[in-house]
Structure formats: C-alpha cells, structure tokens
C-alpha cells in the first residue's frame, strides 16, 4: 500500500490535487486506510471543496484526535471556511482543532496554528499561553525556515517587535527565491492584520514580489520598410527593459519567447535572479519559423535555452496555420496569470511593454492589439526603442504598409473556420433514463434563449461555443442551476476552455482537440461545480469582477501535457437566463 499511497502524495505535492482525489477515492473502495482518508481530505480541500472535505473528514478525526495529520488537516479545512464565509463558527472550530491537538502532541505547526487562530476568534489570553510555549519548545537557534516563521509568529503574538522582526528576518533570508512560501506567509500575516495589528517592518520583510507582463515588438524582419527595432540597439533596449524591472521591483515575470523584446525581457528577468514563466501561442516548430528564425541562430539558440531552463504554457499545441488570432489569445492569457497572481499576493501587476511610435500609426495589429487588452493603464511602463535610432534614419524612411508580422508569413495560410471560442460543456454522469431525458427536456427550451453560440449536442451532452469567455460562464451558472431543479446536481458535470476551434459555417458544427480538451476535463472534476482551464479563467480574470477563480489542480489531458484546471465562484446571481 506504501507505493501507491506515495504516488498520491506525490499527485498532491504536484499540485495535481483534482487527479489526486479521483485516484484516492477509487483506492478507497477497497481500503481503509487512515493516510488514504487524509489525502482525500486534503485533495478535496484544495481542488475547491472544503466544506464537503470537511464532512468527509470529520468523522475521521473523532475517531483519531490524537494524529497531527488529521487535526492539521482538519483545522486548515475550517480556517479555510472561515476565511471564504467570515463565519466565526469555523474560525472558533479551527482554534479548538489546533489547540486540542497541540496540547495532546506538542506538534509546532498545529500550536502555531491554534495560537493564531485563538487571536483571530478573540481568545487572546489563549494565543499568547500558546505562543510562550512554543518558544520555549523551540531552539533559538534554529535554522529551519518553518520553525523560523513560528518563532516569528509567536514572538508577534505576544507583541515583542524586536525579536518577530529578527525571527521573520531569518526566516525570509532561508526561503530566498522561493516564492511560494514567501507568499503563504504573506497571506498568513495579511490575515492576522485584519484582526491583530502586524508590525509594519515585519509586513516589510514578507512585502510580495512585482509581477510583471512583457509584450512588445521583436527584432526587424530584414523585409521591414521603415525600422522599428533594428538589432543594433538591442543593448540600449534591454538596458531600458533591465532599469524598468529593477525600478519596479519584478520578481515574478510572464511572457512569450519571440525574437528581440520577448526574449530580451526573460534574459533580463533571470539574470536579475526572478521567476520566468514562458508561454507559447502553438507548437514549437510553426512558432520557431514565425517568430525566430528570421533573425538568425543566436536568436534560435537563446530561444532554445529559455524553453528548456524555465516552465513553458502552450496556449495550444496545434498548427499555428495562419491564425493571427492565437497571438491575440496568448496576450489575453498572459495578462490574465499575471492578475491572478497579483490577487493571490493582494498586489496589481505590471505591464512593461516595447511598443514604438511607428506602430501608433497603423490602426492595428501585433503589439498595438496587445495593449489594448491591458486593463490597468497606470501600471504600464513603455519602452519605445525608436529613442536608440539615429533620427536622420527614421525621417529617411518611409512607412511600408506591407509591414511584416508574423501574421504575413508567406509559409502559412489562414484557416477561415478556425476561431477562438469559449467551450462550456455539460455532462450527465452516471444518469437513468428518466434523468436523461429531463435534462433534454428542460435544456431544448433553454438552448432556444441562447442565440449567440454555436450548439452541438451529444448523447445526454451538450457542447456551447461562446464568443466570450463571460457569455460561457454566465450561461454555465444559469443552466446548471435550473437543471439543479429537474437532475440531481450529484449527476451534473460543467467544464469550461477555451481555445482555436473548427467551426463549420453551415451546420454550425463544432471540431478539433480543443473541444477533445473541454471533455477530458470531465473526468477529474467535482460533479455540481463549474470548472475551467487556464486558458478560459485567466481570460476571465481579466476584466470580470463576478467571479472568482480558485486553483483546483493540475489534470493529465494526454501523455506528458498537464493542464491547470481552477472552480469558477459566482459573486452574484446576475446571470439567469
């Protein structure tokens, strides 16, 4: 059982906590097994299930209250509701959690928590009982970052600045770069300020990283009228790109891989020691003849060592096949990780972006189109590499119309049923006939409403194609609520995503691996729930202020590709059709 059980851990530990969970409940089946039961919890939990990874676990921890497992588990479960519902029950629940464990275990991490938590539910007394203890269980000098950020916490408890400070410090010096934990502790101490005053130069020292997007032009195709960014001022540019991330601090940067800006960008992002997360409109080699190999090997071989050394996200793994639109999409997407990670650290993103004035006089297209999307104009900093041209030059030139983009590469030829769409697909899992057919019944009359998408229906199925990724998710939440009415929600799976999709004109028939993708997903997701790829909830993250998008984990959708999926949360009910 100990192989298995690892592979688990191992699912959970990679975030891929959807996957996680469907493989532990089929293991379930035929065990018993205390380890199995906490990682259904845990991966329940943090795929966007916490109160039904709650009554799951609960029965469990009375029957085990002494397992620090089950207990940190258990209290994390309901801190979790307490910070989604502002419910006092589940913060008082968590304290007593925590606090039973502790006294029975000494544990560290559930007496941190318990001390916390006490504060946090009005037990200050109690906090600070805790906090001394753990102190005293503690070595003043230890080097461990987890046992550092207690001492921190403790010391803060008890509102001793000097030694909190001293402890954060070290604490912060031992994870580095490691942004992820500097963010969970970030988010700790953003908590405990809403209810006991944190130190300013303690939320200082865990204050999150900038996060910066790159969109700008690449290097002149040698077919250019008019120069926009010729290679000889490649130094003076990314000088300018170097200055714009230091002054705003980056430390977490997002961005494509084309030849001049993109890679520019990444280069300087790594050499100034920050996260780079890299991103591809289409496969690799369609990219590489678009977007690189014009300006020569040294540019393909910096793209080559990019793409191996640091994370790379496919906005799809197909043809590029003259699609202009994919580019517009992957800005879309890259923009919207990098306001999602700016939400998760209570920051706004930044968008540095290289952008001439030879571009402002053309209506559209490539960077031009990018900015537009931006939806947060006092966080842009520009670069125009037009200031490192000789002006004699400029004014000697005149404007090309047939300027290249990758959009006029003569290899490629575009498809003209081949369109972005926004895929909602519905599902009944495991349903009689009798559900079945109510489902048919009640969505005919509904799908009657919904003139603006492409249909296709399947076998207790159904397939919608949006042209935005807000009409999918609105007719999502309405269509799962009234079937909520007439099948039971336990029988109803809703996926989201988005992506290149053949459209046939005529029959309004629906084709390609995206909407393969849209299904896949089905397999792993929580039935009665709203889920989406990246690609669809990062594009909604953009500018939608009624939902809120919650990581659910990463999903196998075929061998060596991994997806992540998020739950769709509705603000409001303002979506009813």
């Known amino acids: 059982m100990s192989d298995p059980i690892h592979h688990i851990e191992k699912l959970v530990g990679e975030g891929r906590f959807l996957e996680a969970r469907s493989k532990t409940e089929k293991m379930l089946l035929d065990s018993d097994d205390l380890r199995l039961k906490q990682l259904l919890a845990l991966s329940m939990a943090k795929s966007g299930a916490p109160k039904a990874a709650m009554d799951f676990l609960e029965p469990i921890y009375r029957e085990h209250p002494e397992d620090p497992e089950s207990a940190g588990i258990l209290g994390s479960i309901y801190k979790e509701l307490f910070k989604e519902t502002k419910t006092t029950k589940y913060a008082v629940l968590s304290r007593d959690t925590y606090l039973k464990n502790f006294q029975q275990t000494g544990n560290h991490y559930t007496g941190i928590n318990a001390a916390s938590m006490s504060a946090i539910s009005g037990s200050v007394s109690k906090g600070r009982e805790v906090a001394r203890q753990l102190i005293n269980n503690i070595s003043a000098n230890t080097t461990d970052a987890w046992e550092l950020a207690t001492l921190g916490e403790a010391h803060l408890l008890l509102r001793e600045k000097e030694r909190s400070v001293e402890y954060y410090g070290k604490c912060r010096h031992a994870l580095g770069s490691d942004w992820g934990k500097v963010n969970s502790i970030h988010n700790q101490l953003w908590l405990l300020n809403h209810y006991i005053p944190v130190f300013e130069q303690v939320m200082n020292i865990f204050s999150p990283p900038a996060v910066a997007v790159f969109v700008g032009h690449m290097i002149d195709h040698p077919s250019r009228g008019l120069s926009r960014f010729p290679e000889p001022v490649e130094a003076q540019v990314k000088e300018a790109i170097t200055s714009a991330i230091k002054t705003i601090h980056a430390k977490i940067g997002y961005c494509s891989v084309a030849c001049g800006g993109d890679i520019i960008f990444a280069e300087a992002m790594v050499e100034t020691g920050a996260e780079l997360n890299l991103f591809l409109p289409f496969q690799i080699d369609d990219f590489l003849d678009v977007s690189v190999k014009f300006a020569g090997l040294p540019w393909v071989d910096r793209f080559n060592k990019l793409i191996s050394e640091h994370p790379v996200k496919f906005i799809t793994r197909e043809p590029y096949s003259g699609s202009d639109e994919l580019f517009t999409f992957q800005s879309k997407v890259m923009f919207g990780e990098a306001m999602q990670r700016g939400n998760m650290m209570h920051i706004s993103p930044y968008l540095i972006s290289l952008f001439s004035n030879v571009d402002a006089k053309i209506k559209e297209g490539g960077t031009r189109d990018s900015l537009k999307l931006w939806p947060l104009p006092d966080k842009r900093i520009n670069i125009n590499p037009e200031h490192f041209i000789n002006v004699a030059v400029i004014k000697a030139t005149k404007l090309n119309s047939d300027t290249i983009s990758p959009a006029t590469n003569q290899k490629f030829q575009g498809d003209l049923n081949r369109h972005i769409r926004y895929l909602l697909y519905i599902r009944l899992q495991d349903a009689t006939t009798e559900d079945g057919e109510r489902f ?138």
């Not at 207790?460 to 009234?482: D, H, N, Y």
């Not at 029988?491 to 053949?502: E, F, I, N, Q, S």
């Not at 060596?560 to 999926?565: F, G, Q, S, T």
């Open 440 to 577: 048919n019944y009640h969505l005919t009359k509904k799908i009657k409403e919904i003139s603006n998408a492409e249909i296709q229906r399947g076998d207790q199925s159904i397939l919608f194609a949006f042209k935005t990724p807000e009409e999918a998710a609105g007719v999502a939440w309405s269509v799962l609520r009234l079937l909520r009415n007439f099948v039971p929600s336990s029988k109803v799976r809703v996926t989201l995503h988005a992506g290149p999709v053949y459209v046939d004109e005529v029959t309004s028939s629906l084709s390609g691996p995206q909407t393969e993708i849209v299904k896949s997903i089905q397999e792993f997701v929580i039935s009665g729930k709203v889920y989406a790829s990246f690609q669809f909830a990062t594009v909604l993250a953009i500018d939608s202020k009624d939902y809120a998008m919650e990581y659910a984990g990463l999903v196998s959708i075929h061998e060596n590709e991994k997806l992540e999926i998020y739950q769709l949360n509705r603000h409001a009910e303002a979506f009813d059709l």
